[in-house]
Structure formats: structure tokens, C-alpha cells
């Protein structure tokens, strides 16, 4: 516990030397979250760096969360304490790749999650978060075909709840969502069938979740699809005695700060990011102490990602 606590001063006197503030995901390792001034969601960390008035943003999330901070940030250093932390789902599209689809649909509206590349986003019209997704295709006028991409699971749960046909959706995963299977899901709410079901639009099993609501293994007023924020924002009102979250399991260390009464359970508890988990207190207290990694977009594809991260950031209201 002291040595705990000795890191815990010791990287918060760096980061004041540094004039750096932290800014760490929920699924971020339960040392790292603690000791950053903010936690959240991508879009709130989106937000948090477009406001930062600290020197330095260190950003203990995965690397297309730090390039999203330098985008909307530019005249700060960004640092990101291991830049191999990558995102299976930003991986599923490339530029050239979008450049060929937007040639086969002249005129679509391109919508991108954040989890994609600075690049991808210079080719984008308006980026989303899971918090956003439906906000966004919405404000759209109905008549414009959309391209939504990479996340599939999310380009389901979006049409399905603007009921948009004109939606084409990008076929890419998160290995780790994906992972989290419907069969994961109906033997653990069989297992406490009065449990709520918190279901992050990532999952696998978020669209049979969707389809089945309103059945008996997924009863419609206890299956709530939300963001990592959503999920938070939920869990302070919520008055269930358990319930069952499928995301990755690093967003329970913020659902059971926020309520400790509760009986939180992961649906699938090997659902982890080695991504998110590359962000160790080691690396975190080497990146305050020697300013490595610095985090670098290109200023003409920085410029033209902004347009589509700020598009977002004044549109979309939290899940
Ligand atoms: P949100 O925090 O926006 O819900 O996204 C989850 C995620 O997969 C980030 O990697
Ligand atoms: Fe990417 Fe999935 Fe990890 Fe999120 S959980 S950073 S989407 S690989």
C-alpha cells in the first residue's frame, strides 16, 4: 500500500513539474484511473483535451485517443505513455480503403468512429462515439445515404435506432466486444435472471440483445445499450441489486467506486484490452518523467480530421 502510495506522489509531482494533466479511459487499469485528474468516455476525454488549459495532455487510453487529443489540441504536447497501445477496430480500415468505398458512393455522408486513425478521419464528413452514434446519423437529413464505419456491432444498434435503410455500415470488430458472445450473455442472465444488463454497442452481442429485448432472456426494460459514460451516468440512479455489464471488465472499477452497494458482474470476465493494459504505472511514470511518447499528426491531415472531431463535439450530446 505505501509503495502505492509513494508511485501515486511521485507521478502526481511529475505532472505538476510537467504542467501535464491526465486524462485515462474507463478501461484503464484501476491505478492508472485513480490517480488521473479525469476519467471517461471518449467522447468526454475528446472534450477534456479540446478544453485543456495544462502544457502537456497525457493521455493513458489507446493511441487513437491521443492522436484525437493533438487534433483538437494541436498547440499542446500530447503524450501517450506507450505508443504501441493500438485498437484492433481502428486497425479494420485504412485510408485507401475509405477513399475506394467513398468512390463507390458519391455523395454519402461519412460517419466515423473515433476509434479510427487520423488519416481515416481526414477523410470523414463527422466522427461519433458509442455516446453519439444515433445523435449523429439522426441530424442527417433522411434523404442522404450515410457510410458508417469500422464498427459493425455499432452500425446495427445505429440503424436499427434511427430506422435508416440508406445506412451502409463498414464490416470491421473489436476483438475484445466481439468477443463477449450472446451465449456469454443468456448464461449469465440466467444465472441471476433479476439482474439489469448493461450492453456496450461494441458487443457481439449487443444486436441479439437488441433483437431479443422484450423476451425472456433479455427482458426490454432491464437491457440498457450505453457508452462507457452512459454506464456510469446509469449506475449512480440506479436502484438494481446487480447487474450484468458487457464491456471490457476495466469499466468496473468505476461502476463499483460509484456504487459500492451494487453487485457488479462482467458478462464475459476475460474480456480484456491488452491495449488499454499496455499502459502500466511503470510506463506512466516514465512518460511524465522523460516526455516519451510525444504523439504527432500531420498538420494538413490534422486540419482536416479537426473538421470532423469538432462537427462531432457540437453535435453530439452524451448517452
Ligand atoms: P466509449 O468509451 O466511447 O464507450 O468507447 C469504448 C471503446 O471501445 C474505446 O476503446
Ligand atoms: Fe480498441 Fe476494442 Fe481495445 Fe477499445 S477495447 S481500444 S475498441 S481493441
Known sequence: M????????????????????????????????DVADHVGDSLALARLAATSTARTIVLAGVYFMAETAKILSPQRTVLIPDANAGCSLADSITAEQLRGWKREHPGAVVVAYVNTSADVKAESDICCTSANAADIVAAIPAGREVLFLPDQFLGAHVRRVTGRDNLHVWMGECHVHAGISPQDLRRKVAADPAAQLYVHPECGCSTAALWQAGTEDFP??????????????????????????????????????????????????????HYMKMITPEALERCLRDGQSEVHVAPEVASRARRAVEAMITVGASA
Open 2 to 33: 505505501s509503495s502505492q502510495n509513494d508511485w501515486e506522489t511521485r507521478v502526481r509531482q511529475l505532472a505538476a513539474e510537467r504542467d501535464a494533466v491526465i486524462l485515462a479511459h474507463n478501461y484503464q487499469r484501476p491505478e492508472i484511473q
Open 220 to 273: 426490454s426494460q432491464r437491457t440498457h445499450v450505453l457508452s462507457t459514460g452512459g454506464m456510469l451516468t446509469a449506475a449512480r440512479t440506479t436502484t438494481a441489486k446487480s447487474v450484468l455489464v458487457a464491456t471490457e471488465t476495466g469499466m468496473l472499477h468505476q461502476l463499483r467506486k460509484a456504487r459500492p452497494d451494487v453487485r457488479w458482474e462482467p458478462a464475459n470476465p476475460r474480456a480484456t484490452c
